[in-house]
């Protein structure tokens, strides 16, 4: 998995390209959270479920069906993000299912469970190319904890920050275009 350091980097990059009115704080704040709860199931380690379990890491908080339900929890809650109920569930949505995608690109662990309750399989991308991230704060600070920063700066941040300035281009000329000419 991308650290909880990295896992911010697609709701923010969102927020980036699309712009505050578009992404109001409270909503980005809880994009920022929405994108690393699905990491609360390492909580089942220590309740002894086993990995592979639905209900064990990487299981079922990492699926569409969950991040569905925040974004849905995001649309009941939309008032106090200061969004629409669709802008609220949808960012919410992706911030909380990109959690997922990215896991699915590291180098670890035994896949993810994107479509439970419909089915227990775990799934990778075609390609792993981030480093996966040692669980636990002593193996986080060793040489493989410095490893996987710079294995997500070029694999997830390089990429999120070319993907919010494309946004903010695309949000710029759509607004030059519908600008008249100055004569």
């Known amino acids: 998995m991308p650290t909880i350091f990295t896992h911010p980097a697609v709701p923010l990059a969102l927020a980036v390209g699309l ?23 390492v909580v089942a380690f220590s309740l002894g479920v086993p990995y ?71 799934y990778f991308a075609p390609v792993q190319v981030i480093a996966v991230s040692p669980i636990g704060l002593r193996r986080f600070l060793s040489e ?12 997830v941040w390089s990429t999120c920050a070319l993907a919010a300035l494309l946004l903010r281009l695309a949000q710029r000329a759509a607004v030059a275009f519908r600008q008249p000419p100055v004569l």
């Open 52 to 122: 592979g379990s639905a209900f064990g890491h990487r299981g079922f908080t990492h699926s569409l069906a969950f991040a569905a339900a925040v974004g849905l929890a995001g649309a009941l809650f939309h008032r106090a993000l200061d969004a629409t109920r669709v802008r609220a569930a949808a960012f919410l949505f992706v911030a909380t299912a990109s959690h997922g995608a990215l896991d699915a690109f590291t180098t670890g662990g035994s896949g993810i469970a994107f479509l439970w309750p419909w089915s227990e399989a775990r």
């Open 144 to 155: 493989r904890g410095v490893d996987v920063i710079f294995s997500e700066l070029a694999w």
């Open 19 to 41: 712009g505050r009115d578009a992404i109001p704080s409270r909503l980005l704040a809880a994009g920022v959270a929405a994108s690393i709860l699905p990491d609360a199931d």
